[in-house]
C-alpha cells in the first residue's frame, strides 16, 4: 500500500512539473513571430526516412505533424555519408529546432521502418534557431532509437492538467 502512494505521488509529481513546463513552453509558443514559415524539429531514428515535426509559429506542439522531406528543392541540413561510414552526418542534427519555409506537397510518403504513411514537406531554406531545445512534447518523455516513441499524442491534456492541479492557460492555439 505505501509501495502505491510512492509511485502515485511520483507520478503526480511528475504530470504536474511536465504541465507546468510545457504551459511555459506554450506561453513562449504563442510569443513567436509569425509569418509564412515553419518550425521544424528534427527527430532522428537510424535506419528511417522521416524528416522530423513540423508547426506553424505560435501553433501548439500539439498541431506537430511528422513528415518526410522531398529534396528535390534543397537538401536536408545534414545530407551527407550515413551510418555505418565512419565519416558519417546523416542524423547529426537530432533534436534542432528550424525555422523552416516550404509547403506541403499534397503528396505523402511510405516510410518502411516505421510501417507509416507521412505527409511530404518540399523545403525552400533551414535556419538553425535552437541547437539544444530541450523536450519536444514533455519533459518526462522516453526517447528509443528503435521506434517513434515521440509524438504529440504523449502531451497530457489540459483538462488533466487543470485536474491535477494546474490550470489551463488559453494564450496558445490549440489544435
Given at each position: 500500500m505505501l509501495l502505491a502512494g510512492v509511485l502515485c505521488l511520483s507520478q503526480c509529481n511528475t504530470l504536474k512539473s511536465d504541465c507546468q513546463a510545457i504551459q511555459e513552453r506554450e506561453a513562449a509558443i504563442a510569443a513567436e513571430q509569425p509569418g509564412d514559415y515553419y518550425i521544424g524539429r528534427r527527430y532522428y531514428i537510424p535506419f528511417t526516412r522521416m524528416w522530423g515535426y513540423l508547426r506553424r509559429p505560435g501553433e501548439s506542439w500539439r498541431t506537430a505533424k511528422l513528415v518526410m522531406m522531398d529534396e528535390h528543392t534543397i537538401h536536408q541540413p545534414d545530407r551527407g555519408p550515413?551510418?555505418?561510414?565512419?565519416?558519417?552526418v546523416f542524423g547529426t542534427d537530432d533534436n534542432v529546432e528550424y525555422a523552416i519555409t516550404g509547403k506541403f506537397t499534397g503528396k505523402s510518403a511510405y516510410e518502411p521502418s516505421t510501417n507509416q504513411v507521412l505527409p511530404l514537406f518540399m523545403a525552400t531554406s533551414y535556419r538553425v534557431l535552437n541547437r539544444k531545445p530541450g523536450f519536444l512534447f514533455k519533459p518526462s518523455e522516453k526517447?528509443?532509437?528503435?521506434?517513434?516513441?515521440?509524438?504529440?499524442?504523449?502531451?497530457?491534456?489540459p483538462q488533466v492538467c487543470a485536474a491535477a492541479g494546474v490550470p489551463a492557460t488559453t494564450s496558445h492555439k490549440q489544435p
Open positions: 550515413e551510418p555505418p561510414l565512419k565519416n558519417a526517447r528509443s532509437d528503435d521506434f517513434v516513441t515521440l509524438d504529440p499524442r504523449i502531451m497530457p491534456d
